[in-house]
Nanobody, 119 residues
Framework: QVQLVESGGGSVQAGGSLRLSCAVS????????MGWYRQAPGKQRELVAT???????KSADSVKGRFTISRDNAKNTVALQMNGLKSEDTGVYYC?????????????WGQGTQVTVSS
C-alpha cells in the first residue's frame, strides 16, 4: 500500500519560516510528479508548487520568491521550504505524488498538515 506521510506544519508569526516534508512509502516504482497543495478555510484546494523527477519546478505566483520546493529521488521525499510567511498562507497543506505501481501511474495524497501564520 502506498502512503504519503507529511510533517513539519505548525504555527508561526508572519515573516517566519517553516519546512514541510513528505515521504512516499510502499511497494512502488518511479515517483514522477510531486507537489504541494493547500486549502484555506472556505476555499478550494490550490496548487502551491510542483516538481518533476527531473527537477523542473512550477509554483503559484503568490509564493514565488518565498517558497522553494525540492526533492530527493533516492529517498522519495519532497520538501517545501517556506520563508517570509504571511497570514494568507494559512491552511492545510497536502502532498501529492504520481507514483508507478505495477506499471501503472496513480495519484496519491497525503493526509495534510496544518500551517497557521499569525499576524
Amino acid at each position: 500500500q502506498v502512503q504519503l506521510v507529511e510533517s513539519g506544519g505548525g504555527s508561526v508569526q508572519a515573516g517566519g519560516s517553516l519546512r514541510l516534508s513528505c515521504a512516499v512509502s510502499g511497494s512502488i516504482g518511479n515517483v514522477n510528479y510531486m507537489g504541494w497543495y493547500r486549502q484555506a478555510p472556505g476555499k478550494q484546494r490550490e496548487l502551491v508548487a510542483t516538481i518533476t523527477s527531473g527537477g523542473s519546478t512550477k509554483s503559484a505566483d503568490s509564493v514565488k520568491g518565498r517558497f522553494t520546493i525540492s526533492r530527493d529521488n533516492a529517498k522519495n521525499t519532497v520538501a517545501l521550504q517556506m520563508n517570509g510567511l504571511k497570514s494568507e498562507d494559512t491552511g492545510v497543506y497536502y502532498c501529492k505524488a504520481q507514483v508507478d505501481v505495477r506499471g501503472n501511474g496513480y495519484i496519491y495524497w497525503g493526509q495534510g498538515t496544518q500551517v497557521t501564520v499569525s499576524s
